[in-house]
């Protein structure tokens, strides 16, 4: 049973298009996460819930809306895809009741902006 | 400033021996997390083990344990008897305070190619 699943794996797209990246856990974790991996490999925070209620949203352009309509789901939505957004898009999930509140993490979503 | 410093952007390890990844941190929290992640070819992220800044010994799982030096802010990743899937890249994290949100903050990362 896969804990933190993401679709698409693959996502091949035109600069201006809007795209959705989905994220599911089935951990019972009540904190999911976005987080970019660039082409040099550095990953980055973007977005954090916990409850549904958004409580990290870093320095990211508001071409990307995060929303997560249950505890189990959060997704990214971005408007005007634009070159610089080719990444690899990560979700991950935690949990207060876990002592190091280590965070699981999907597969990615590779993004490719053409 | 670096919160995060990884100083060995690559290295080489025979099979079977031992390796000893760098990781150095900044805070001024009293209460933080160390977590070392690996990131294989295949590209998931896949958690290895977790030091809490008030834990007195140090972490171990399986192969992995984590040299956790908290005056020198340093934590470590030693990997006994290395196999070949462990070439990998592997990353140091931190996470400070709930304030902060339960972040990670990452390292540049360090790969890892185990020679047979």
């Known amino acids: 049973d896969t804990a933190v699943s993401q679709t698409p794996k693959y996502l091949v797209t035109q600069m201006g298009n809007d795209k959705s990246i989905k994220c599911e856990q089935n951990?019972?974790?009540?904190?999911m996460y976005w987080y970019k991996q660039d082409s040099k490999k550095f990953l980055k925070i973007m977005f954090s819930y916990n409850n549904k209620e958004l409580i990290i949203n870093e320095t990211v352009p508001n071409r990307f809306s995060p929303k997560s309509p249950d505890k189990a789901h959060l997704n990214l939505h971005i408007n005007s895809l634009e070159l610089g957004d080719s990444a690899v898009y990560f979700c991950?999930?935690?949990?207060?009741?876990?002592?190091?509140?280590?965070?699981?993490f999907g597969p990615g979503t590779r993004l490719t902006v053409t | 400033a670096q919160k995060i410093t990884q100083t060995q952007p690559g290295m080489f390890v025979q099979e079977k021996e031992a390796v000893t990844l760098d990781c150095t941190y900044d805070?001024?929290?009293?209460?933080?997390?160390l977590f070392w992640y690996k990131q294989p070819s295949s590209g998931e992220m896949i958690f290895l083990i977790y030091?809490?800044?008030?834990?007195?010994q140090n972490a171990t799982e399986g192969r992995y344990s984590l040299n956790f030096q908290k005056a020198r802010k340093s934590a470590n990743l030693v990997i006994s008897a290395s196999q070949l899937g462990d070439s990998a890249m592997y990353f140091c994290a931190m996470r400070e305070g709930w304030a902060a949100g339960n972040k990670l903050t990452f390292g540049g990362g360090t790969r890892v190619l185990v020679k047979p």
């Open positions: 030091q809490g800044s008030y834990d007195e």
């Open positions: 951990l019972g974790h009540d904190t």
């Open positions: 805070t001024s929290d009293q209460s933080y997390g």
């Open positions: 991950a999930s935690s949990t207060r009741t876990s002592g190091g509140y280590e965070q699981y």
